[in-house]
């Protein structure tokens, strides 16, 4: 049996997967209803400068608007804003919203995201900050002034940007991280620790190797951290920056299959016309068969893309959902950029540029083939190795690439953090991410 | 057809390059955005709007 092609059309999640999905549809000549449900009051916005230029205060808020209202007006959207979605009906094929109403569909698309997680005890509490919303942004930028202090929890993403950013304003910040070096998992160890380095001469102290227990408090506002092994941190203010988790309790009783995320086929499909792109979305990567989440920004436009195409052409048409993953961070003024996924590697070599330049283009491989590129204020140059990553390349035997580039560890006023003849790997079990 | 760039906004991916390549490039020293044709021919449009659909920083902006 063919379905017949969808006349309604609902996506839950206006941000940037779902607005990806709306409107490749309507590119792609989709002319049916189209329903955008999203439960923040805000039109469409974009996340990655929450932790850049909205914190800095270099822009307001206006300017994360993802697309103009008149070009959301030409979509022709039923939009829903300020509207929680709550369950899921999939025999009806509804979707129930917190004001009571029901929205039909022949095809559903899950694009709720993901939200920060918090530590245990810090709901409610003042001077507590997470980083995901406009709001979480605005609140947490009022704190940032010379001569407060901030403590920063996890040296993810969130929280090596947010340091960036909290320096620039004056604070003084400690960075809290049960890993060894900041963006461990992302990076690995060597890229890492010349991170740590950038950090700590830009005056944050990284407090490395351990956990944050728990939030102290005094008359309901924070006073500091514990840690794990019992020390405390003193702190005006505390940015919890320790992962996403995704949005997914909607669909408890749904019978959406879900686990980290909506667990989805290789073409992004969840079964009974339900799919799911962007944060929340988890499938087999065709290329390395592993079951995948992706938390990254480019990955929610190219999901919603796919899921739009995929919708068009029908569950038993659709195409496998193959892309070369790619990231940036900006930190002070480094540029980061990954292409591919580090997961598992096994091998790094720096191919152009160095670690002491701070300038470099590096090669990440696993089972003998390029796994990922990463680039350091290299972007142009970093973009030209793709196509290894793209088609998997054999790794390139030393011969193949300037011999002056390629060996050994890169001259370094500090001893490499891995001795021997080549880089040390990178991490060997990283998160869904990186 | 009518292409502006923000370059405040772009973060250099060069996803709009990969799409589009005789109508983008990047600077080399920073990775930001250099529009090459802002009116880009007919059989460029479909590459363009690609482009701008899929750049993570949404700096492209496509007028008809
Ligand atoms: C501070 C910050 C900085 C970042 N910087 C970068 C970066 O530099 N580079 C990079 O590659 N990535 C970055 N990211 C990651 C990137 O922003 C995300 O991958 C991207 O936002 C995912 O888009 P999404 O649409 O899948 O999910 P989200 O952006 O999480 O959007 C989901 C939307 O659905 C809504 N929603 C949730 N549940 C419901 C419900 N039940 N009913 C209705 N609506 C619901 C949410 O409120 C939200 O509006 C950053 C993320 C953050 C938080
Ligand atoms: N440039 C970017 O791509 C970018 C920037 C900001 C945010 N984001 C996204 O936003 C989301 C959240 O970012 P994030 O940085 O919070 O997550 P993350 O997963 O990048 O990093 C979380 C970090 O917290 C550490 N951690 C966990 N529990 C801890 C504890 N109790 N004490 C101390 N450290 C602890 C982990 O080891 C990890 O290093 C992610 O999806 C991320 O990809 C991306
Ligand atoms: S895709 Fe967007 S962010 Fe990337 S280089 Fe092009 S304009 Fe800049």
């Known amino acids: 049996m063919t379905a017949p092609s969808p006349s309604r059309v609902t996506v839950v999640g206006a941000s940037a997967a779902g607005l990806s999905v709306a409107e490749a549809l309507r590119r792609d000549g989709y002319t049916g209803r189209l329903t955008l449900i999203g439960d923040e009051p805000h039109l469409p916005y974009d996340r990655p400068p929450l932790s850049k230029q909205l914190l800095s205060g270099a822009w307001d808020a206006d300017r994360l608007r993802l697309r103009s209202a008149e070009a959301l007006d030409a979509l022709g959207l039923d939009l829903r804003l300020g509207a929680a979605a709550v369950a899921l009906d999939t025999g009806a094929g509804e979707v129930a919203l917190a004001d009571g109403s029901r929205v039909g569909y022949d095809a559903l698309v899950v694009a ?78 060597d890229l890492g620790a010349m991170l740590s380095q950038v950090h700590v001469e830009h005056g944050v102290r990284i407090i490395p190797g351990v956990l944050v227990d728990a939030v102290l408090t005094e008359d309901g506002r924070a006073t500091g951290v514990r840690l794990a092994d019992g020390r405390t941190v003193e702190a005006d203010a505390v940015l919890v920056g320790i992962g996403a988790r995704p949005n997914t309790g909607w669909l408890a009783a749904s019978g959406v299959p879900v686990g980290d995320g909506v667990e989805c086929d290789a073409t992004l499909h969840a079964g009974a016309g339900v799919w799911a792109a962007g944060d929340v979305a988890s499938w087999p990567h065709p290329r390395t068969g592993q079951r995948t989440r992706i938390e990254h920004r480019a990955n929610a436009t190219e999901q919603g893309l796919a899921v739009a195409l995929n919708i068009l052409a029908g569950p038993e048409h659709a195409t496998p959902f193959d892309p070369v993953p790619y990231v940036w961070s900006d930190q002070y003024d480094l540029k980061i950029q990954i292409y591919g996924q580090l997961r598992g590697c096994d091998r790094v070599r720096i191919v152009e540029g160095s670690l002491a330049e701070r300038r470099l283009t590096a090669l990440h491989g696993r089972d003998g083939r390029v796994c990922a590129v990463v680039g350091v204020n290299m972007p142009r140059a970093t973009r030209t190795y793709r196509p290894l990553v793209a088609e998997q390349a054999a790794w390139p035997s030393a011969a193949d690439l300037d011999p002056a580039l390629s060996a050994g560890p890169a001259p370094s006023a500090r001893p490499a953090p891995s001795a021997g003849p080549a880089l040390g790997a990178g991490p060997a079990t990283s998160g869904r991410n990186a | 057809m009518k292409i502006s760039v923000d370059v405040d906004k772009c973060c250099g991916a060069g996803q709009c390059v990969l799409a589009a390549p005789d109508v983008f490039d990047q600077r080399d020293d920073d990775g930001i955005v250099i529009l090459l044709d802002a009116t880009a021919p007919a059989d460029q449009h479909d590459n363009v709007r690609k482009a701008a659909a899929v750049c993570p920083a949404a700096a492209i902006e496509v007028r008809q």
């Open chain 1, 112 to 189: 709720t995201g993901a939200a920060a997680r918090r530590l245990p005890g810090t709901d409610g509490v003042a001077g507590v900050y997470v980083l995901r919303t406009v709001e979480d942004a605005l609140g947490l930028r009022e704190e940032l002034r010379p001569g407060r202090r901030l403590v920063i929890v996890g040296a993810g993403f969130v929280g090596a940007e947010a340091a960036a950013v909290a320096r620039e304003l004056g604070a003084e910040v400690t960075m809290v991280t049960d890993a060894a070096v900041p963006l461990a998992d992302a990076l690995g160890p």
